[in-house]
Antibody, heavy 118, light 107 residues
């Protein structure tokens, strides 16, 4: 079955960077884009960006431009999200999901809790 | 960016009743509207795409309608497992945006 499995929880200090991985299985990785979405504690969903796995094209929201970088490794069917200059309000659960430019986001990874604390 | 406004923020109903959730876009998004369900501690699950198409495995009691700027998610005959938070999302324009969510709680 189609599945996205994310890396484990992280604790980072303010100003540091974090890189979360998302390993895909059960489908042809290059046929679909990958989106990243985060959810702060008790809050709603915030889209963080999308990558076209086939050609590497990316799209980011203005609010995160310059701090977030999406990449993929097609040899291992893995997508990565790196967020830099971390602040306390970046504490959230980070999700990867298949899709973005068409259809809907489906499925989603299980989520990765990133905690920013000094 | 396109702003999605969901209403109500919280909806209190009993099992067996019908739920009607609204999502309004700040500009026309044609039919490029998606609905998700999220339960506590879980990732969101795709329910409806392109305003009215049920995703694979979604029960027929879930239906979506609307186009342009006004959209509705209807859940007929609520089951206990339907009580959750529901989000709408638009894929018409970058950046992708989500509504703030509607919490469907047991009355």
């Amino acid at each position: 079955q189609v599945q996205l499995v994310q890396s484990g929880a992280e604790v980072k200090k303010p100003g540091a960077s974090v890189k979360v991985s998302c390993k895909a299985s059960g489908y042809t990785f290059t046929n679909y884009g990958i989106s990243w979405v985060r959810q702060a504690p008790g809050q709603g969903l915030q889209w963080m960006g999308w990558i076209n796995v086939y050609n590497g094209e990316t799209n980011y929201p203005q609010t995160l431009q310059g701090r977030v970088t999406l990449t993929t490794d097609t040899s291992s069917n893995t997508a990565y999200m790196e967020l830099g200059s971390l602040r306390s309000d970046d504490t959230a659960v980070y999700y990867c999901a298949r899709g973005g430019a068409s259809y809907g986001l489906d499925p989603w990874g299980q989520g990765t809790l990133v905690t920013i604390s000094s | 960016e396109i702003v999605l406004t969901q209403s109500p923020a919280t909806l209190s109903l009993s099992p067996g009743e019908r739920a009607t959730l609204s999502c309004r876009a700040s500009q026309s998004i044609s039919s490029y509207l998606v609905w998700y369900q999220q339960k506590p501690g879980q990732a969101p699950r795709l329910l409806i795409y392109d305003a009215s198409n049920r995703a694979t495995g979604i029960p027929a009691r879930f239906s979506g309608s609307g186009s342009g700027t006004d959209f509705t998610l209807t859940i007929n005959s609520l089951e206990p497992e339907d009580f959750a938070v529901y989000y709408c999302q638009q894929r018409s324009n970058w950046p992708i945006t989500f509504g703030q969510g509607t919490r469907l709680e047991i009355k």
